[in-house]
């Protein structure tokens, strides 16, 4: 049962450039989870989906950030018009239910906005 | 603003002794705390758990206690490996509240030496 894949690990954009990031939740799990860690910081939560669905996106920046987790195929966080300050680690986590169990993190996309 | 704070970003102890990581948190709806353990270039792994029902959860070498009253939580490690050498993060959440967001500390390095 492989774990969250996500990709690619590394991810050089140029200012004004878009991300994609993706992530494959593991096997069976429904519920997907981003957070971003900047340098120096602890993981911070941007959004929570399910299939098809935004359940909280709370900690999404208004402008330019958008995600989504679609019947088929990986969730995709999308950056647009990327600037320095987006360069960060970015994590995905899948659970199979709503909070109810621990989330399982893949090992991340590291975005490097140049 | 941070909810879960980690004052020590790092501590260093040696092999056989006993690790004690402290996470402190202001928001008195959170229910439900976690540890994860993370190596570096990789995504955070969970290690333990406990909800605020209890005050103590023990797992193998690794036990979390609980103050509510104090807003505070620690980690033991006893007794301490070189393996265990990692960042080590405090999370919590609010599920009663369908909180689905981890809150996360800044995280604490942790080397255990030989």
């Known amino acids: 049962n492989a774990g969250v894949m996500q990709n690619p690990r590394h991810l050089v954009r140029r200012r004004g450039q878009e991300a994609r990031l993706r992530c494959s939740p593991m096997?069976?799990?429904?519920?997907v989870y981003w957070y971003r860690q900047l340098p120096e910081e602890g993981l911070k939560f941007m959004v929570y989906l399910q299939k098809e669905n935004i359940i909280d996106e709370s900690g999404m920046p208004k402008e330019r950030f958008s995600a989504e987790f679609p019947k088929e195929g990986p969730s995709i966080l999308r950056i647009q018009q990327v600037v320095r300050g987006d360069s960060a680690a970015y994590f995905c986590a899948s659970s199979p239910m709503p909070a109810e169990t621990e989330a399982f993190f893949g090992q991340g996309t590291r975005l490097t906005v140049v | 603003d941070q909810q879960v704070k980690q004052n020590s970003p790092s501590l260093s102890v040696q092999e056989g002794r006993i690790s004690i990581l402290n996470c402190d948190y202001t928001n008195s709806m959170f229910d439900y705390f976690l540890w994860y353990k993370k190596y570096p270039a990789e995504g955070p792994t969970f290690l333990i758990s406990i909800s605020s029902i209890k005050d103590k959860n023990e797992d193998g070498r690794f036990t979390v206690f609980l103050n509510k009253s104090a807003k505070h939580l620690s980690l033991h490690i006893v007794p301490s490996q070189p393996g265990d050498s990692a960042v080590y993060f405090c999370?919590?959440?609010?599920?009663?509240?369908?909180?689905?967001?981890?809150?996360f500390g800044k995280g604490t390095s942790l080397l255990v030496t030989p």
């Open positions: 096997k069976g799990h429904s519920h």
């Open positions: 999370a919590a959440s609010a599920r009663e509240n369908s909180g689905y967001a981890l809150n």
